[in-house]
């Protein structure tokens, strides 16, 4: 597609403008300091809709061509999953999120085509990713359009996720199918993120044994992740039959005892929906202390390294999903506190994003924002783009501008 040059052009006055917001505590490193436009909440608002504006151009001229769930980029072109893998939930919830921003109807009729496609995976007993389908996509649809369909389906799926629930360690094992011995001591930070779709079940039913393992799973979580100075590894393990806890490991970041900084960012955002959906004050300390950390060690440019940890950070390479998911957390946060400084630097990075890693450039890109790591440890996707960077900057910029509709879409409530 081609893109407009009147809107190149007002990102890059903006971008060129100087500082006007107090510089947050970052970690020395590289990267420049993000520009932040003059003028406070009304030009920073408007590098913040130019970007989705641009992001719903793309989706309208990429989305008739897309043909089952993007997973990630290869050359800039999506390459897709038939079943979703763990990102189905992400094409329709991107698409609700165009919608919301655009009021085009059209994007209301792609985003429940797309949504129809993970319809088997509400019976899946293969892995604990049902959040990150059924929350963005079905929940979505339930609430926007009050069709019993969705919200019936997205309780299976609530249903299937809780058979992962070990009871002797009190957690949701990540990976592998229930009889399968491999992985099944194995809990990751990321599961933090599908702990909604049980307080959902829970909101909806009337039954607390939703909630009550998802707070179990964030109470061993938090025992077991959190670090003195707030860092997380990726994984920890416990033994599957005694419950006892053996110790941290990884999969997608650099080492056992470095952090991922898509992993710290699963899990800030996470705690904060947890604290908002049970109202335990303990939760959003944790969540804070994630939140603290990640701040602290993100570079004056605002787009995280892939491990905040590695070898080479702060020079090592970036990873723009880490910072969409990252500032959606922050503004769940900033709500939940009333801090305005997590709102700022949620600001600051949805800025960053939008004048350092989007796709504008390039004519060729299927997605939205670009700089995105899959799995460097693996080097599997390094500098691609990512499903859940789209659907998290679509996220955290209509926060921003639209927290109503959002709050529609998601249920934004504070306890
Ligand atoms: N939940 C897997 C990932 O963030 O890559």
């Given at each position: ?24 505590a970052?970690?020395?490193?590289a990267g420049?300091?993000v520009p932040?436009?003059?003028?406070g ?29 993007p ?18 939930g ?9 919608y919301?921003?655009?009021d ?18 509400q019976?899946?007993?293969?892995t604990?990713?049902?959040g ?17 369909t ?9 249903d ?11 957690f ?8 399968d ?14 702990l909604?779709l ?5 909101e ?7 909630l ?9 979580t ?8 707030g860092s ?9 039959d005694?419950?006892?806890p053996i ?15 898509r992993?710290?960012?699963?899990g ?16 959003l ?12 060690a993100?570079t004056?440019?605002?787009v995280?390294?892939w491990?905040y940890?590695?070898?080479q950070?702060?020079?090592d390479i970036?990873d ?7 500032a ?13 400084s997590?709102r700022?630097?949620a ?14 450039g ?24 990512l499903?859940?960077a789209?659907?998290y900057?679509?996220?955290g ?9 959002v ?9």
């Open positions: 597609m081609s893109i407009p040059r009147r809107t190149v052009l007002s990102v890059t006055a903006a971008a060129t403008a100087a500082t006007a917001l107090p510089a947050p970052v970690a020395a490193g420049d300091q932040a436009p003059q003028g909440g009304t030009e920073r608002n408007a590098v913040l809709r130019s970007a989705a504006d641009y992001a719903v151009e793309k989706l309208r001229a990429v989305a008739p061509g897309v043909s089952g769930f997973v990630g980029t290869r050359f800039e072109k999506w390459t897709y999953s038939r079943n979703g893998d763990w990102v189905g992400f094409w329709p919830g991107t698409l609700w999120m165009a919301l921003h655009s085009d109807d059209s994007f209301r009729t792609l985003a429940l085509d797309a949504a129809r496609g993970l319809a088997p995976r019976h899946d007993t293969t604990h990713d049902l990150f389908l059924f929350s963005p996509s079905w929940v979505t649809a339930w609430r926007l359009t009050g069709d019993d969705w919200r019936t389906g997205a309780l299976r799926a609530a299937t996720l809780i058979r992962r629930y070990n009871p002797r360690g009190r949701l094992r990540a990976w592998g199918g229930l009889d011995p491999n992985n099944a001591g194995r809990v990751i930070i990321d599961t933090m993120m599908n909604d049980l307080a959902f079940a829970t909806q039913t009337g039954d607390r044994a939703y009550d393992i998802a707070v179990a799973h964030a109470r061993t938090q025992r077991y992740f959190l670090r003195a100075d997380t590894p990726h994984v920890h393990d416990f033994d599957p005694t419950g006892a110790g941290p490991d990884t999969v997608q970041g650099y080492s056992p005892t470095s952090c991922w900084s992993g710290q960012a699963w800030l955002y996470g705690f904060t929906t947890t604290y908002r959906r049970t109202g335990d004050p303990q939760f300390t944790t969540a804070r202390r994630l939140a603290d950390y990640a701040i602290g993100l004056a440019d605002h995280p390294v491990d940890r590695s070898p950070q702060p020079y970036k723009a999903s880490a910072g969409a998911v990252m959606c957390g922050l503004l769940d946060l900033a709500a939940a506190t009333g801090r305005d997590y700022q630097t600001i600051r990075i949805l800025t960053a994003l939008s004048l350092t890693c989007l796709t504008r390039s004519a060729r890109a299927d997605a939205v924002v670009a700089r995105c790591t899959r799995n460097r440890r693996a080097e599997d996707g390094i500098e691609i783009s499903p859940y789209d659907y900057l679509l996220e910029i209509l926060r921003v501008l639209r927290p109503a509709a709050d529609r879409a998601i249920d934004l409530s504070l306890p």
